[in-house]
């Protein structure tokens, strides 16, 4: 089946700087890549998500690139500030009837103001 | 109104008990999933349902049970509780495909003493 590995586990920023967070992923097939967002004390949150027909998605401050010869996708975060402070995970599925996401472990963001 | 809720937020049960966990979802969607939490561990599938008539063991299904009594409403069970099930536990739904992402509820906090 598929997997996801995330790393680091955690990451450290200044405010205002930039944050890239990168998974790798091991089924070639995999081409849905969905990052979410979980706030203390809250579900994870869709913030933005790619599929494998394109190579990079924008929204705002936030942009995902995905490469598939290489089976790893990145979210990057410009201009940080403290409330993009959260638990991100990235995720990976095979759209279809049977789809079921596989999450990567998360990863811990510290804005520094 | 939350697109899905989960019932209740936090429990302190005693080991050996018998507990549900309750989850209910306004977004119309066949497709529902229970995950549970645990700190460097990301979220971890364990039971999911396609329909009403469909229930499928995740990766770790085993000390847990699960009722598809509706659409809309999917709730978990501890047959038994046990410490080493004391976790952060979330019911997500999703649509058909599951490619558009899931809408996550806010999560139980389980604790078993």
């Known amino acids: 089946g598929e997997n996801v590995e995330q790393h680091p586990s955690t990451l450290s920023v200044q405010e205002g700087d930039s944050a890239v967070i990168k998974c790798t992923y091991s089924?070639?097939?995999?081409?849905?890549f969905p990052w979410y967002k979980q706030e203390l004390g809250k579900g994870p949150q869709l913030i933005i998500d790619?599929?494998?027909?394109?190579g990079e998605k924008k929204d705002q401050r936030i942009a995902v690139t995905l490469n598939k010869t290489a089976k790893h996708f990145s979210l990057h975060i410009t201009e940080t500030q403290p409330e993009d402070s959260a638990v991100y995970f990235c995720a990976a599925s095979i759209s279809g009837a049977n789809s079921k996401l596989t999450f990567g472990k998360g990863i811990t963001l510290s804005v520094r103001p | 109104d939350a697109d899905v809720t989960q019932t209740p937020r936090n429990r302190i049960t005693k080991t050996g008990k018998r507990i549900m966990l309750e989850c209910s979802q306004t977004?119309?969607?066949?497709?529902m999933y229970w995950y549970r939490q645990d700190p460097g561990l990301g979220l971890r599938l364990i039971y999911y349902s396609f329909d009403v008539k469909d229930i499928n063991k995740g990766e770790i299904s085993d000390g847990y049970s699960v009722s598809r009594q509706a659409q809309a409403k999917f709730s978990l069970s501890l047959e038994s509780a046990i410490p080493n099930q004391t976790a952060l536990y979330f019911c997500?739904?999703?649509?058909?495909?599951?490619?558009?992402?899931?809408?996550f509820g806010s999560g139980t906090r389980l604790t078993v003493v």
């Open positions: 790619i599929r494998s027909n394109v």
């Open positions: 089924d070639s097939a995999s081409n849905y």
């Open positions: 997500a739904t999703s649509d058909p495909t599951g490619s558009y992402g899931y809408t």
């Open positions: 977004k119309g969607h066949d497709r």
